[in-house]
Nanobody
Framework: QVQLVESGGGLVQAGGSLRLSCAASGRGFSTYHMGWFRQAPGKEREFISQISERGTLTYYADSVKGRFTISRNSGKNMVYLQMNNLKAEDTGLYYC????????????????WGQGAQVTVSS
């Protein structure tokens, strides 16, 4: 069982930056691939990024490639999402999640979820 808590969300102007953090507790964090998803009002939850359990492989949605960077510090049980050059369409509730499927992009492939952190980008 892995518990996840996101932090770092907020309100930012378009073109600005934010860094989301995800603190993990429980057993087996280092054995999970960690992902970030977001959900905008009225829309389905969408895949943003995943980092492998050792941090050697990363995957991104085309919409954020080149602007967002995922990283992890397994010694501290932390995962991060650095978001630069934010756009209004990046607004949403951002979730941290844990999966045993490398490269997983579907929400169903993730076993544990945080409660979400709100990111609002004003244009």
């Amino acid at each position: 069982q892995v518990q996840l808590v996101e932090s770092g969300g907020g309100l930012v102007q378009a073109g600005g930056s934010l860094r989301l953090s995800c603190a993990a507790s429980g057993r087996g964090f280092s054995t999970y691939h960690m992902g970030w998803f977001r959900q905008a009002p009225g829309k389905e939850r969408e895949f943003i990024s995943q980092i492998s359990e050792r941090g050697t492989l990363t995957y991104y949605a085309d919409s954020v490639k080149g602007r967002f960077t995922i990283s992890r510090n397994s010694g501290k049980n932390m995962v991060y999402l650095q978001m630069n050059n934010l756009k209004a369409e990046d607004t949403g509730l951002y979730y941290c999640a844990a999966s045993q499927r490398l490269g997983g992009r579907a929400a169903e492939e993730y076993n544990f979820w945080g409660q979400g952190a709100q990111v609002t980008v004003s244009s």
